[in-house]
């Protein structure tokens, strides 16, 4: 069994920065990401990261603000966001996935979720 427990959410102002921490307990996983759900809105991806290699993948909307990296020893993933923008408010979630070297954006091919954290961004 696996267990995603993310932290490091909060509210900014946009401009700011967060980090977002989801460390992960059990087995060997081959990837790990985030994806965000605003209110009102379906969950999109955000960012994901291989552990074999550090391979990353980025959403578009977030590429050149956000970065995704993780800490092997630590079995953390980090996703650091800067230049936080209104609409990047939501509650984002860590998911991990077992499939080998998978790092795209459709959540079905992930297997594990955390319970989200919240971010908002004041304008």
């Known amino acids: 069994q696996v267990q995603l427990v993310e932290s490091g959410g909060g509210l900014v102002q946009a401009g700011g920065s967060l980090r977002l921490s989801c460390v992960a307990s059990?087995?060997?996983?081959?990837?790990q990401g985030w994806f965000r759900q605003a209110p009102g809105k379906e969950r999109e991806f955000v960012a994901a990261i291989t552990w074999s290699d550090n391979t990353a993948n980025y959403a578009d909307s977030v590429k050149g603000r956000f970065t995704i990296s993780r800490d092997s020893a630590e079995k953390t993933v980090y996703l650091q966001m800067n230049s936080l923008k209104p609409e990047d408010t939501a509650v984002y979630y860590c998911?991990?996935?077992?499939?080998?070297?998978?790092?795209?954006?459709?959540?079905?091919?992930?297997?594990?979720w955390g319970q989200g954290t919240q971010v908002t961004v004041s304008s």
């Open positions: 998911a991990a996935a077992r499939r080998e070297y998978y790092i795209g954006s459709n959540d079905r091919a992930y297997d594990y």
């Open positions: 059990g087995r060997t996983l081959s990837s």
